[in-house]
């Protein structure tokens, strides 16, 4: 595991590097892409209600509401809403499991369904926090009956303000596409800046932007998060 924490360092300093070398980074540099790559912007809203009845376990529900589109002449300003509900189990302080069930409703009348796994080791380093998060998921569509095997893999450090309640925390989060024909590494990245807030012992209010690439495509998103939870 420290391995792999030790690649994503090395990925993250990689896209530092491209991003002030080359206006258009890509996954796939040998790729001769000779459209001009499509942008958009959209804002994403977290609304979740936590309850650990002990404190290992957390059980959640919650909301996600996108608005998307906002660079794309006549499209739809909302674009979709997720709504999970799942469970968080930590043994120990430096890793836990989660499990989710989310089902999705987008435009247009479609609606999917999606299994998350998810497991998060960490490391401690006095104000600083080092985590991996890996997130497998199974997405079945009602519309063409087909499911779609995705691994997100996120390397996050947070930084605790001493004697404060905020934890400003960047990230970057490679899309890994089970299915994809001929085989790839990722085929999409997003590396973002975020701040948590807590309000008091069982508020937390955070904000968030990330930027994500892929071969043909540009994504600002900016977010807000809600959590009201009851912990032990």
């Not at 997100?152 to 934890?167: A, F, G, H, N």
């Not at 989060?173 to 807030?197: A, F, H, K």
């Not at 994500?212 to 540009?218: I, L, Y």
Request: proline share 6%.
């Amino acid at each position: 595991m420290r391995f792999r924490m030790l690649l994503f360092i090395g990925l993250f300093l990689s896209i530092l590097t491209v991003q002030a070398t080359d206006k258009h980074p890509s996954p796939a540099k040998s790729r001769t892409v000779t459209t001009e790559r499509s942008q958009d912007m959209g804002l994403e809203t977290d609304i979740y209600f936590e309850y650990a009845p002990i404190s290992e376990l957390t059980l959640f529900v919650g909301e996600e509401l996108y608005l998307t589109h906002f660079l794309t002449p006549d499209a739809p300003l909302f674009d979709a809403s997720f709504t999970s509900i799942g469970l968080n189990y930590a043994p120990h302080k430096n890793i836990s499991f989660t499990a989710a069930y989310e089902f999705q409703y987008l435009y247009g009348n479609e609606y999917r369904h999606r299994v998350k796994l998810m497991i998060i080791p960490k490391v401690q380093m006095g104000d600083f926090t080092l985590s991996l998060r890996e997130r497998f998921h199974m997405t079945y569509s009602m519309t063409d009956k087909t499911p779609e095997w995705l691994l997100r893999s996120r390397l996050k450090l947070d930084y605790s303000i001493p004697q404060q309640p905020l934890t400003p925390y960047v990230y970057v989060e490679m899309y890994n596409p089970l299915q994809s024909n001929p085989p790839c590494w990722y085929d999409m990245v997003g590396y973002g800046v975020g701040l948590d807030w807590s309000v008091d012992d069982h508020n937390i209010l955070g904000i968030f932007y990330e930027f994500s690439h892929s071969v043909d495509s540009f994504y600002h998103l900016f977010g807000v998060v809600y959590v009201l939870g009851y912990y032990k």
